[in-house]
């Protein structure tokens, strides 16, 4: 955080130039979504953490190079909330899941959407699974997350959201875990003009996911942006500007920076815009968009409401 406190001051104010009028900031958190997905998604994304540019990172711990990408988040002990990334649509379960991963690789996430939709999950074998991956997480981290999602938001779906609060109920987290809500407001999804079916989409599969949440005492973030084409051509600063567009009391943008290396190529589609998300990230056009917006990068963990 320091190279925008060096630009904000303390980060709670900002000065209007020429005007001499001081006007408040409003706070928002940007996470950083896959790490440990692979190890160019990981560095990158250290190398945002480093540059202060991050307030939240979700990490997924069931692939290969989680434990030692895990243990080089500890050690950069960065000023960000760590989470866990659930996994359920990516690579090999941490277990065995007979009726959902019956030749021992998780189904597509449109299988799983359309399972859910039929009530045709198999919530005990969810719920191992989303122990065994808490689990890995607390092992590297040395405590539980700050807060929960989902890869593809699935930590959503009817059948994945029941017991995954039923797990981190019984861990004694509700209260202190944050979980996100990816489903924003429509009012905010149309003022943005950015991605709104897909928008649209994630908050007609998630419904419910919220007041379920809150029902039981989780703290959720409200107001969401984040979502992409994922398209080499698009102007990822564009695209950014638009998440910032009808920002909630306690707004979460989530974003896909990292480095392009083989392990990516062979796991996941999404790797040039990758790349793009870090450059912009990196640069002073960040520091400047967040000035002229008056906005200032927080934890959600530390935001008041």
Not at 237 to 266: I, N, Q, T, Y
Request: aromatic share 6%; with cysteine.
């Amino acid at each position: 955080m320091a190279r925008l406190k060096q630009i904000f001051g303390s980060g709670d104010r900002a000065r209007r130039e020429g005007a001499g009028a001081v006007t408040k900031t409003r706070p928002f958190a940007l996470c950083a979504d896959d790490y440990g997905l692979s190890y160019g998604v990981s560095v990158g994304i250290l190398k945002a953490l480093s540059a202060g540019v991050l307030t939240a990172v979700s990490a997924i711990v069931t692939g290969a190079r989680w434990p030692a990408m895990g243990r080089e988040l500890v050690r950069n002990d960065p000023d960000a909330d760590l989470g866990l990334h659930l996994n359920l649509t990516l690579g090999r379960p941490l277990g065995p899941m007979a009726a959902f991963a019956p030749k021992g690789l998780f189904p597509p996430v449109s299988a799983l959407a359309r399972q859910s939709f039929l009530g045709r999950l198999p919530v005990d074998e969810i719920r191992d699974e989303i122990d065994r991956q808490l689990d890995r997480f607390e092992a590297v981290i040395g405590r539980p997350p700050d807060h929960v999602d989902g890869h593809h938001h699935v930590h959503m779906l009817k059948g994945v959201r029941e017991p995954l609060l039923e797990a981190l109920t019984a861990r004694g987290l509700a209260g202190s875990v944050w979980l996100r809500n990816a489903g924003d407001a429509p009012h905010r999804i149309a003022l943005r003009r950015a991605h709104v079916r897909k928008a649209l989409t994630v908050r007609s599969l998630g419904a419910g996911f919220a007041h379920a949440a809150k029902k039981q005492g989780f703290k959720l973030n409200d107001g969401f942006a984040g979502f992409s084409s994922f398209r080499s051509d698009r102007d990822y600063a564009r695209s950014f500007e638009a998440c910032l567009r009808a920002p909630g009391r306690r707004h979460l943008v989530m974003c896909h920076p990292g480095l392009v290396d083989d392990d990516l190529k062979a796991l996941d589609p999404v790797t040039t815009t990758r790349a793009q998300e870090l450059s912009y990230l990196l640069s002073p056009r960040l520091p400047e968009i967040l000035e002229r917006r008056h906005l200032r990068l927080a934890r959600l963990s530390k935001m008041e409401g």
